[in-house]
């Protein structure tokens, strides 16, 4: 069974620090992998998704992530934090559900705080 | 803007009722996602309707159920409402089943039960 763990439910960086939220996965197949962003009373917006094409994902905002095969990562990073990235991020893994249907498995989320 | 809309944005119900909530997915999209988000958590996925057919469950009870409609609509209804269920309730639509397919989510409908 698919599985995804987010190390650190909160995560504070001072603005213009790096931001490094951590996912770790499970998947019985190759994995797609996506990070979300989630502001308050808002749904999810993707930030990148990674489909095997390439390692290092770019997505928006300046966010980018790292597929790690080795060591099942999918951390998500940011060279320089801005308030404006103040949100929760949930990492989730893609699989396929019996049926074929898409089992979508979401990490609990890390809320990032900016310090100004 | 994803182009998923759903409604209502905010609800409240008292325990035992029945609900429905609404989605409508972007153009094109013949599949979509119900997920259940309780306060703190990640989003839980509860069902995925492809071309107007359950296709997928997760482990919610049967009082939970959809409908997916021609127009890219879709609803999920939630009988004999719950105080567990207070949450928010997001829909997400794709372009196909497949487990390489992104999801786009709408805003979600939050849900109080009294």
């Known amino acids: 069974a698919q599985s995804v763990t987010q190390l650190g439910s909160h995560v504070s960086v001072s603005e213009g620090a790096l931001v490094l939220l951590r996912c770790n996965y499970s998947s019985s197949v190759p994995p797609y992998l996506f990070w979300y962003v989630q502001y308050p009373n808002q749904g999810l917006q993707l930030l990148l998704k990674?489909?095997?094409?390439?390692?290092l994902v770019k997505g928006i905002n300046g966010f980018e992530a790292e597929f790690k095969k080795s060591e099942t990562s999918f951390h998500l990073t940011k060279p320089s934090a801005h308030m404006s990235d103040a949100a929760e991020y949930f990492c989730a893994v893609s699989d396929r559900g019996s049926g074929g249907y898409q089992k979508v498995t979401f990490g609990t989320g890390t809320k990032l705080q900016v310090i100004p | 803007e994803t182009g998923v809309t759903q409604s209502p944005t905010h609800l409240i119900k008292t325990r035992g009722q029945q609900v429905t909530l609404r989605c409508s997915s972007q153009?094109?999209?013949?599949?979509v996602s119900w997920y259940q988000q309780a306060l703190g958590q990640g989003p839980q996925f509860i069902f995925q309707?492809?071309?107007?057919?359950?296709?997928g469950r997760g482990n919610f009870p049967p009082r939970f159920s959809g409908l997916q409609f021609p127009n890219y609509s879709s609803e999920l209804n939630v009988n004999a409402l719950e105080l567990d269920d207070s949450a928010l309730y997001l829909c997400a639509s794709s372009l196909s089943q497949g487990y390489q397919e992104t999801q786009y989510f709408g805003p979600g409908t939050r849900l109080l039960v009294l």
């Open positions: 153009s094109g999209h013949n599949t």
């Open positions: 990674y489909t095997s094409a390439a390692t």
């Open positions: 309707y492809y071309r107007e057919e359950e296709n």
